[in-house]
């Protein structure tokens, strides 16, 4: 793998706004990286493809053995919560997509950092800028990236028919994200309608969450994650609604990353695992601390013995933590790229770089295209 210096495209701003990426530029820095790419092989890409779905088989694994033998505790799962994610897991609702998140190694072998398995973000960088990129700066080469066909597809074969998408506004990242989802189901040929979160209210008398309009939500695609919902006044009524709620609610437990120590606990001897435990004191040498439902990269510290390496600042200051072995990443022209692994309905589906000259990835780091040249 490489990054190359390649073609900065001629009002390339307007072009990614046309496809409703608007947020590429932050007044902290680009959100995407024109003018570079990584360049991978497709032994690489492969690689990654299939370590994703080896780390989703054991996550499924251990999220089932959680719900089997009551491991909610130590999933970082608050006892209030488990009856109404214990309700969705045996309703047997499907995740739709969610994001990996790796490191490379000094050799090559992914190394896992987390998974986002509620209200991922870069979907739309993913999907589209960076196949728009592909066509018209590296039309020769190929790209992993089936992730908006893989989309369609899971709608299509969904057996719905009505989608009703919220979030919550002002954030343009978000709503620009939501948008993209409502394209992806009215092109999968069902009907979608974009809401603000708290313009749905509850019917007491039909016992349902309904719409501006006063029309029953049957199933809601939601970019607002359980962490979140969870703490809502409205959540006592999610259990007794017939709703569908996408992501499904035991998605906070796959998020979780109290997860990825009980990872290492159950599955040790698989390569892309990092020692994990919620005690630092079983780990030696750097590790990194973060928060167990943090996001973008908020309260994450690097530290060894000796001295704090690196910290982010954020929204999670005093929140419950676990400790992950830190992994040591090449880097390229001074930046660390980190692999975002986009799965659909549990299988790998495209790939989206992120990189930073800092030690964390985190919501200011930009995206940057890559390409598998032929």
């Known amino acids: 793998m490489k990054r190359v210096t390649c073609e900065v495209r001629p009002h390339w701003q307007q072009l990614c706004e046309r496809e409703g990426y608007r947020w590429h530029t932050e007044p902290s820095g680009p959100c995407w990286r024109e003018g570079a790419a990584y360049e991978l092989s497709a032994a690489e890409a492969a690689r990654l493809r299939d370590t994703a779905n080896q780390i989703y088989a054991l996550l499924l694994q251990a999220a089932d053995r959680v719900v089997r033998d009551h491991e909610w505790q130590r999933a970082g799962i608050l006892p209030e919560h488990v009856p109404i994610l214990r309700q969705s897991y045996e309703r047997g609702e499907l995740p739709l997509c969610g994001r990996f998140d790796f490191l490379m190694d000094e050799s090559g072998q992914p190394r896992l950092l987390e998974f986002n398995a509620d209200g991922a973000l870069t979907m739309l960088e993913t999907a589209i800028i960076q196949r728009q990129w592909l066509q018209q700066v590296m039309p020769e080469a190929a790209q992993f990236n089936g992730l908006h066909e893989s989309l369609k597809k899971a709608w299509q074969t969904s057996g719905l028919t009505k989608i009703h998408c ?81 992501e499904p609610a035991w998605s906070h437990l796959l998020t979780s990353k109290a997860m990825l120590a009980l990872l290492w606990e159950w599955f040790p001897d698989h390569p892309a695992l990092l020692p994990c435990y919620h005690d630092a004191s ?93």
Request: with cysteine; glycine share 6%; net charge neutral.
């Open 166 to 246: 919220v979030w919550r506004p002002r954030h343009p990242e978000i709503e620009g994200t939501v948008r993209y989802m409502t394209r992806v189901i009215r092109e999968a040929g069902l009907t979608a309608s974009m809401q603000a979160l708290h313009s749905l209210g509850w019917d007491r008398q039909r016992s349902c969450f309904i719409d501006m309009d006063g029309a029953e939500v049957e199933v809601c695609y939601k970019l607002y994650p359980w962490a979140w919902m969870l703490r809502e006044t409205f959540i006592d009524h999610v259990s007794h609604a017939s709703c569908r709620f996408i």
């Open 282 to 374: 079983k780990l030696t040498g750097t590790l990194v601390t973060k928060p167990i439902f943090g996001r973008e990269g908020h309260n994450i510290t690097i530290r060894d013995e000796a001295r704090l390496i690196s910290q982010t600042s954020g929204d999670f200051p005093d929140a419950p933590c676990i400790h992950q072995k830190y992994v040591t990443s090449p880097r390229f022209d001074g930046f660390l790229p980190q692999f975002g692994l986009w799965m659909v309905r549990g299988k790998a589906a495209a790939l989206g770089i992120r990189e930073s000259p800092a030690d964390i990835i985190d919501q200011d780091s930009a995206f940057v295209p890559h390409f598998i040249a032929r």
